[in-house]
C-alpha cells in the first residue's frame, strides 16, 4: 500500500515567520505533487503543486521536491493569521492521489 | 459558476433509513470521485469513476452504491444507515486520475 506521511502538528508559529510543513512519500514513481490547504468546515483547495525537483515559488509560497528523498515540503513566508489551516499533502499514484493525514498549522497573532 | 456541486449540504438521519447524495461537475473532466472524510480529519478515498466507468472501489461496505449516469454526474447512494456513517462525504473532479482535482463543497452526514 502506497503511503504518504505527514506530521498531524499542530505546527504552532508566530505571525510573520516562516512556516514549514513536511511529507514524504513511499512510491519512487511518483511524478506529481500536491499541496492543497483545508479550512475548517470547508473543501480542500489546490494552492501549489510541483513537478520537478527543486523549488517553485508562488507569492509567499514555495513547494520543494526532492524525489531521491522522496519528501516534499511547501514553506509559507510571512505568516498570516488567515494561514492558519490544514494543509494536506497529496502525491499521484497509479494513476490516484495517495493523501497524507494533514498537517494542522495555527499562525498566532 | 460552481465547478463541482454536491446536494444536499447538510443530511440528518435516522439509523436504518436509505439516503443518497448527488454530484455534478461542469469543469469537462473524465475522472470523478468520493472521498468521506471522518472527525479526525483523514480524506479518504471511496470511488473513482472515469468515463462513466468503476475504476477505483476502496474496502467500502456494500451499503454504499455509486453511480454515475454520465461523465458529469456522480451519485451516491447509501443503504441501512448506521452511526459510523456519520461523516463529511467530498465530491471531487480531475482531468484524469493522478492530476489535479476539484472539490465539491462537501455533505455533512449525521446519523442519529
Known amino acids: 500500500q502506497k503511503e504518504v506521511e505527514q506530521n498531524s502538528g499542530p505546527l504552532s508559529v508566530p505571525e510573520g515567520a516562516i512556516a514549514s510543513l513536511n511529507c514524504t512519500y513511499s512510491d519512487r514513481g511518483s511524478q506529481s505533487f500536491f499541496w492543497y490547504r483545508q479550512y475548517s468546515g470547508k473543501s480542500p483547495e489546490l494552492i501549489m503543486f510541483?513537478?520537478s525537483n527543486g523549488d517553485k515559488e508562488d507569492g509567499r509560497f514555495t513547494a520543494q521536491l526532492n524525489k531521491a528523498s522522496q519528501y516534499v515540503s511547501l514553506l509559507i513566508r510571512d505568516s498570516q493569521p488567515s494561514d492558519s489551516a490544514t494543509y494536506l499533502c497529496a502525491v499521484d499514484s497509479n494513476y490516484q492521489l495517495i493523501w497524507g493525514a494533514g498537517t494542522k498549522l495555527i499562525i498566532k497573532p | 459558476d460552481t465547478a463541482v456541486s454536491q446536494t444536499p449540504k447538510y443530511l440528518v438521519t435516522q439509523m436504518g433509513n436509505d439516503k443518497s447524495i448527488k454530484c455534478e461537475q461542469n469543469?469537462?473532466?473524465?475522472?470523478m470521485y468520493w472521498y468521506k472524510q471522518d472527525s479526525k480529519k483523514f480524506l479518504k478515498i471511496m470511488f473513482s469513476y472515469n468515463n462513466k466507468e468503476l475504476i477505483i472501489n476502496e474496502t467500502v461496505p456494500n451499503r454504499f452504491s455509486p453511480k454515475s449516469p454520465d461523465k458529469a454526474h456522480l451519485n451516491l447512494h447509501i443503504n441501512s444507515l448506521e452511526l459510523g456513517d456519520s461523516a463529511v462525504y467530498f465530491c471531487?473532479?480531475?482531468?484524469?486520475?493522478?492530476?489535479?482535482?476539484?472539490f465539491g463543497p462537501g455533505t455533512r452526514l449525521t446519523v442519529l
Open positions: 469543469l469537462g473532466h473524465d475522472t
Open positions: 471531487a473532479s480531475s482531468p484524469g486520475g493522478g492530476a489535479r482535482q476539484f
Open positions: 510541483i513537478y
